[in-house]
């Protein structure tokens, strides 16, 4: 999956869908995507001392959220799972790992592999 079929597939056609399962790729660039957001509109707010991040990323929260449950559901754990970042220190880590762990090669109680499907 490119970064242009990632974001297209989290902004719209999968925005608020937390069943299913998503691909290492699907989240990955979903996330370079977020992240280049958040980077760009804190460098504006700074530069028009404006506080600009929390109102234009809202749209962005739903489906970083629904394509990390989609991404735990990959690896076969439950979307709840994702609380885990919140531990201090720890946490974060324990979180970005599970997102690297590869997807589990069978279908699960979450659907078939996207893998298989191709």
């Known amino acids: 999956m490119s970064f242009a079929d990632a974001a297209r ?17 699907e989240y990955w660039w979903f996330s370079v995507l977020y992240t280049s957001a958040t ?9 028009i001392e404006v506080p600009l991040l929390s109102v234009l990323l809202l749209p962005f929260i739903v489906p970083m ?9 990959d690896t076969g754990k439950s979307g709840w799972r994702m609380l885990i970042a919140l531990i201090p220190v720890v946490g ?20 078939p592999s996207p893998k298989a499907i191709g």
């Open 65 to 73: 959220l629904s394509v990390s449950v989609r991404r735990l559901h």
């Open 92 to 111: 974060p880590i324990v979180y970005l790992v599970g997102m690297a762990v590869d997807s589990a090669p069978s279908a699960n109680q979450y659907g």
């Open 9 to 25: 597939t989290c902004l719209t056609a999968k925005y608020a869908t937390f069943s299913g399962r998503a691909r290492r790729a």
């Open 39 to 47: 980077v760009v509109l804190v460098g504006i707010s700074f530069a």
